[in-house]
Every structure is written in C-alpha cells, then in structure tokens.
C-alpha cells in the first residue's frame, strides 16, 4: 500500500519561520517536520510515500530527494495551482492502487499505521479516520460516533454540548472510489467527502490516544518543539 502525505501549506500563520523556508522543512527537535511522518510510516511498512506539495516546492524536493536516504521511495505531485486538500489529494492519488493511507503532513503524532490498517479492513468500510482525544474540542470538529462508526461532525461546539472529545487527527486510510464523488480541480475533502459519507454510514473512526501536536501557529509549534517526543 502506498501513502500519500499532504503538506503544501503556505503556513502563514508561522511566519516569520516560513517566509523563506517551507513548513514541512521547519525543524522540531533539529528534524523537518515532515520527516517524522515518513519516518512513522516506514516504522510500520509503508515505504512508497507520494508528497503532495506546493509552496517552496523545490526547496522540498532538494531536501528529500528520492527519499533513499531514510529508506523509502519517494515520489512527488505538486500543485501549479491551489487545489485544496480534495483537489491535491485527488491529483496524487491518481499515482496510488485501490487503497491508500493519507496522512496531513503538518500535525506530529505517532499514529500505529499498522493497526489503522488493519481496523480499516476489520469494518471493510469506505474510510477510516484517526481520531484523538482534546480537551479544548472547542477549537475543533468533533466526531459523534455510534461505536466505532463515525456518524457525524460537530464544528466547534462548546465543551458541555460537545458529543465526544474526539477530533480528526489526520491520518486515514481511503478507498480510491470515494474521490469520486470530489470534482475535477479545487474541493475541500473535510466537507464534501468525509462529511457526507460520514452520514452514510461509511467512515469509521480508529482511536489515536498517544502523542499528536499541531503545529499551524507559531505558538501551537513551539510547544511541538519542546514536548513532542520522537
């Protein structure tokens, strides 16, 4: 099974640290951000991984080559134009076989890809989805499940109305068919694919419950700096 790893972000809100370099090449701990995803994904298996990028492209490409220095076959889909996370995931897919795992370059976290995959085949459903408990749910989607069945999303709901405390982590695995249902250039894959069909019955959720930072704002990245443990 192949990867795709999404991470061409213009990180704006961590500038000045990204007005001349790419978030994914921000270091956490003297390591590019993006570096610990592919390093997780080959910890579990997965060593042909697609980068989906954009912005500072070739600063990505100089550092990461073929990606034989960390041990993986890297390959590449950049963006000419905004796509949105649909349309960018859309495009690289089309180098990917029925199944794939999608992970958001930008959060830190040390999901069992593994065992996501192996949840992913046990329900046999469209979508498995990386959930991770918040507190703060009120700065996030949340997940209202019927067992391990995602049923819905509520968007920042207040803490004692919220339906779990379970959010979107980032990490799926996906059945190539559901981006079917996403048109031809931008889409965002949160609202018009994972929602709907979340209503269908046909996403699942598997619980993420060790580490997992984000790393969208200066303030959310230094404190991925000091705590995230590799």
Known sequence: MKAIILAGGL????????????????????????????????????????????????????????????????????????????????????????????????????????????????????ITMALTPREDVENFGVATLKGDKIIGFVEKPKREKAPSNLINAGAFVINKKVLDILPIGFSMIEKQCFELLALKGEVFGFKHIRQWFPTDTLEKYRLADREFKS
């Open 11 to 126: 990180g704006t809100r961590l500038r000045p640290l990204t007005d001349k370099t790419p978030k994914p090449l921000l270091p956490i701990r003297g390591k590019p951000i993006l570096q610990y995803a592919i390093d997780n994904l080959k910890k579990h298996g997965i060593t042909d991984i697609i980068l989906g990028i954009s912005f500072f492209a070739d600063k990505i490409q100089d550092y990461f080559g073929d990606g034989r220095q960390l041990g993986v076959n890297l390959s590449y889909s950049v963006e000419s134009e905004p796509l949105g996370t649909g349309g960018a995931v859309k495009f690289a897919a089309e180098q990917v076989g029925e199944e794939f795992v999608l992970i958001w370059g930008d959060n830190l976290m040390d999901v069992d890809v593994k065992k996501m995959i192996e949840f992913h085949h046990q329900y046999n459903g469209l």
